[in-house]
């Protein structure tokens, strides 16, 4: 049995580069029990992710009409599809390539996984388009019930093959680590991640608590080290100029990223777009730090009775959550608490359901149609 999954063009697959989706691949690859039958496929990249089947491939936008369907082509082309081994191809938030897929190959199961609202991306954003996809791929997975509601938009019939899967990170820590007084703001510097309402949310508290220590790690797209956007620019010079404890890190890779949250006290995820499922909120609680996070897209299901969560998120509201934390270290601890007995989201009990069901459309598929 064999799973090949095939990335998204602007996905880095590397310890060094990789944003969320690649990272929740390789998090969930590591523990499945299909690991070693499992074939990722995207752009070619210099130091992949150790210990998982990776393949590079040259893409060719103006022969294939674009880097994602080029990167599905040469698949096609390196891959030996008329093996008698059973397959499953898995495709990653790209449903115009899926529906090119669908023209091309008639007797290997495809599922389609959504990390975000299928309503705005090319080839899944009518109601007619998700019908066909639903009715067409062995499965649908989505990490959040927020993003499956998504795709249900307009949609009347019932679908069978529609399944959450959320994010996970497995936790390695065996005890609550030890917090110092940092806050933190994680994630890539553009608008609607919020980190302008960190900034000007944290402008009084920031020399009225200087023993406590703010930190920004990102810039505009995962993987660079240059700000080059004006928000960016901005942005930092006016995180900069509030204070001695402000401290700007720029990118920092995922596994530097863990170690920083190890003793980090307050984490703030302030989106002001509908976040299907961040990523950056999952790693605070794996690591017992207290979330301030706005209540939106598909964070009050993951942070619920956990986090702090606001409803219309403003730099006011941002600055009074911050200071109840910072002021009361009773319930501060309380919300570190939560995080840590809290959690679970461990990828080695995720993973079991995606097991699951990659061995039903194993056992069930119809692999002897004419190809």
Known sequence: MIIDIILPFKEEFSNAKASAVSLTIKNSAEFSDFKSNINVFGQITKQPFQ????????????????????????????????????????????????NYALKKINNIPITLHFHNDPRTMKGSKSVKQRIK????????????EYIRNCFLDGIKQTFNNLHIIPNGIQRTLTKQPVKQKEVIFVG???????????VKSIRNIVTKHPDWKFKIIGTPKAGQDR???????????????????????????NVNVKKILEKTSILIVPSIWQEPFALTALEGMCNG???????VGGMGEMLEDIGLLIDNIDELKLEQ????????????????????????????????????????????YNYNKSG
């Open 188 to 198: 890539r510097l553009v608008k609607e991640k919020g980190c302008h309402l960190f």
């Open 133 to 144: 996809i639903a009715s067409k791929a062995a499965a649908v997975y989505f990490v959040s």
């Open 227 to 253: 700000l080059d956007s004006e928000y960016a620019k901005n942005l930092i010079d006016e995180f900069s100029s509030l204070g001695k404890n402000t401290e700007y890190l720029g990118f920092v890779s």
């Open 51 to 98: 210990d998982l089947n990776f393949t590079g491939i040259k893409t060719n936008k103006l022969l294939h009409f674009g880097h994602n369907r080029s990167i599905f082509v040469n698949y096609l082309k390196k891959t030996n599809l008329k093996l008698k081994a059973k397959r499953i191809i898995e495709m990653h938030n790209r449903p115009y390539v899926f």
């Open 289 to 295: 730090v207290a979330v301030i996070a706005s209540k």
């Open 321 to 364: 959550s911050i200071k109840k934390l910072i002021e009361n270290k009773h319930l501060l601890k309380e919300f570190q608490n939560k995080s840590w007995t809290k959690y679970h989201f461990n990828q080695s009990e995720i993973v079991k359901k995606q097991d699951s069901l990659r061995n039903q459309i194993f056992t069930n």
